[in-house]
C-alpha cells in the first residue's frame, strides 16, 4: 500500500500543486494481462469527499513472475496525456472543468512506474497496481477506446454514470484521418439571407474570447468610378458559434483611387501585440496583396475587430503580382513554372520564431498551372520563401501533382493544381489542409460538363514540398465533391472552404459555399454558406455537395430557352430571359437591371 500512496501523492497531490496539468487532477494506470485471464484477486472502492473532488482508488493484487509480467501485462501512463490537452485548457480552464481532452488512448504503454515503485524478486512477486481517477465533480470527459482493457472501460462507465455530466472529448482533424470522426451539417446561411446580408464569399470565421468574428467580402455593382464594381471586406460576430450573425462592420471599404476591388483574404489576431491583421488580394493594374492592422484600442478591452479604425499599411501592396513565385519557382526541381504569378486567397496560418506564416495560391497563365506557396514575414513587407523555425521549403506545396491521382475525371491534361486553401493544426502536430483543386483553368468555366473543382485534404507535420503531404485513400478523394460527391460539372461549385476551431470547446467546424450555376429550381438560392461540425462516427467520403439539384441551361432554341429560364427577370425593354450560366450557342450580352447571376446572357 506504501506505492499505491506514494503514486496518489505523485499524480494528484503533485499535479494540483504545478505539474504536467496544472490544476487538473486525473491519473490513470491501468494493467492488463492476457494468458490465464484476468487475475482480479482483490478490490477495494473508497470514496472521500475533499472539497470539490472525488477520490476513486482501486486496487488489484495478483502474483506472476518477471518474464510473465513482461509477456503478458501492459500499463498504460499519463506521461503523454499533455499532448491531449491544450495549452488552454491547462492553464486558463483547469480552474474549473478537468482537461476535457484526456482519453485512455492517449497515454503511454511504457510501465514507466515499474522500476521506481516494485520490487519484483527473480521468481515471483506481489504486484499492486492502483488505478487513481480524480477530477472535479463539475465536468470532465474521458473516453476509453477499445485498445484500452475491457476492465478499464467497464470501471468507467460504472464511475461515470455517477457523474453529472460527462461527454466524449471533441474529436480532432487526426480522428477523422483515421476513420472515427465525420462532419456532420451544422448549420447553413443563404445568400444575402435575412441576417445574412453583405457577404458573398471569402469567408473566414477567426474565433476569440469565445466569440465568432466571420470575415467576408461583399460585392457591389458597378459605379462610375469603379466599372467593374466594387468589393470591399466586413466583418460580423455571433455569440451563439455562428447559428445568427450581427450587423456587419466594413473594416476595408473599396477605395477608387487605389483599389476597386479588395478581394479574398485572411484574418489574423496576433496574441503577442494584441494587434488584428487582414490581408487581402487587391486588383490595381494586376493582382496584388494589400495588408490592414488594428492596433489595440484602449477602450476595448475585448480586442474586438469590429471597428473602423483599421489601418491600411502605408507599404501597400505589400506583395505584388509574381513577387514571391518568383523567389519560390526560380531554379531546378521546383514544382512551380517560373512563369507563376497572381498571389491571392492568401492565409495567415501561424505565427511562429516573430514571423507570420501565410499561405497563398498562383497561376502561370501560360502553361495554365497552378499551385499553392508558402512565404513568412515578420511585419507584412519583407518577405522569405526559405528558413524560419519551422523551416520552409523554398517551394509549392500543392501542385498538379498533388491532386493527379484523386477519384475525378479530370478534363485532358488532368488536374493543374490549387486554388484556395485552409489549414489547421491537429493536437498531434499535423497540419491539415483542405484545398481546391481543378482541371482546365484556373477560372471558373462555367458551361456544363467542362471542369471539376472539387476540395482535397492532405497532411503534413512540416512546410514539406509538394508532392509531400500524406494523401487520403483514393477511394476517399476527393475530399469533398467531384464526381461519387454529387458535385455539379461547372467549375466553381465548391468555394472558399476554411476550417476553425472553437478556443472554448475545442470543437472543429468546416464550411464552404455551394454555388448554383443551373438551378433546376430558379428561386433557390444561387449559393448558400455551409458549416459542419466534427463529430464521433464514421465518415463517408467524399463528402456531398449539398446544393440544390441542377439542370444545364439550354439555349439553343427559343423554346429551351424559356424553360431553362423559367423564374429569371425578363428584360422589359425587349422581354427576354437572362440567363447567368448560358453556354457559347447564347452569346447576347445585355446590361437589364435586376438581371441575376454574373454573365447576363440573353437567350434568343
Known sequence: ???????????????????????????????????????????????????????????????????????????????????????????QRAEGLSCRTFSCEAVLYRPWWLSRSVSMSQNQSTLEVALFIAWNHRKMAVRCSRRVALLCCCFAWQVFETASSVADPPPSLDDLWSGRAYFQPYVSHDIHSAGFEGVDAGTRVVVRNGTWYLFGRNDTGPTSQCPQGEISINVRASVDKGLTWGTPVVIVPANPAVSCLYADGTAFFDEDTGTWHYLSQALQKNWNLAHFYLPPQPSDPTASPLSTAWVPNPANPVVTGGQLFAQICNGTGKHCPSGMQDEGTPEIVAKSGGDFYVTFHGYDYKTRAAARGVARTPDFVNWSVTGGTPALPGDVIFAAEDCSSWNVSWAAGGCIGSGEASILTSPSGYMYQVIEATDVELTCDLQWGMQWWPLGLVRSKTWAASPQWEQMPTTQTPFVGGPAGQEPHVGCSIQYNSFHRDEVTQDVYFGFWDVSFHSANKTAPSSTWNLYKLQWGEPQLPMQWPGPAQKPVNCSTAESCKDSCTGFTQCPSDGRYYCCDAPAECSLQHACAGTPGLLDCACP
Do not use: H, P
Not at 11 to 33: K, L, P, S, Y
Open 1 to 91: 500500500m506504501s506505492w499505491i500512496r506514494r503514486t496518489y501523492t505523485w499524480c494528484v497531490g503533485g499535479w494540483q500543486d504545478g505539474g504536467i496539468i496544472r490544476r487538473t487532477e486525473v491519473c490513470c494506470i491501468a494493467c492488463w494481462m492476457l494468458d490465464g485471464g484476468w487475475m482480479l484477486l482483490a478490490w477495494n472502492l473508497r470514496i472521500q469527499r475533499r472539497k470539490r473532488r472525488l477520490l476513486f482508488s482501486f486496487v488489484w493484487r495478483s502474483r506472476f513472475g518477471r518474464e510473465d509480467w513482461r509477456r503478458v501485462c501492459r500499463c498504460w501512463s499519463i506521461v503523454d496525456l499533455q499532448k491531449r490537452c491544450s495549452e488552454f485548457d491547462m492553464q
